[in-house]
Nanobody
Framework: QVQLVESGGGTVSAGGSLTLSCAAS????????VGWFRQAPGKEREFVAG?????????VYAPSVKGRVTISRDNAKNMVYLQMNNLKPEDTGVYYC??????????????????WGQGTQVTVSS
């Protein structure tokens, strides 16, 4: 399985921006679809954005973030990014990078996603 390490979290004011990074190793990265997920205190982990295997490939976004975030990947560097703009307090949570060879799992079945990073905290103050 691929190993994942997130970075780039922090504390920003509402309306600010952050870019999260996810570094992959230990597997054939191009074989994996990747998603960003988040978990707020007391809530279940939820899907934020996903991208299929190839760089520049199809992307999907949760309605709550569509138009404010962009997911991208660079397969040559084994990296996935999440650019977040116009952040809101409700975006606060731990953000996780998840990877799976099955696109359906990224989009529809969080419990089945096979590889996870340790998470990075994003805090948006009002």
């Amino acid at each position: 399985q691929v190993q994942l390490v997130e970075s780039g979290g922090g504390t920003v004011s509402a309306g600010g921006s952050l870019t999260l990074s996810c570094a992959a190793s230990g597997g054939t990265f191009v074989n994996y679809a990747v998603g960003w997920f988040r978990q707020a205190p007391g809530k279940e982990r939820e899907f934020v954005a996903g991208i299929i295997r190839r760089s520049g490939g199809s992307t999907v976004y949760a309605p709550s973030v569509k138009g404010r975030v962009t997911i991208s990947r660079d397969n040559a560097k084994n990296m996935v990014y999440l650019q977040m703009n116009n952040l809101k307090p409700e975006d606060t949570g731990v953000y996780y990078c998840g990877a799976d060879t099955t696109w359906h799992n990224i989009l529809e079945d969080i419990q089945a996603v096979k590889s996870w990073g340790q998470g990075t905290q994003v805090t948006v103050s009002s």
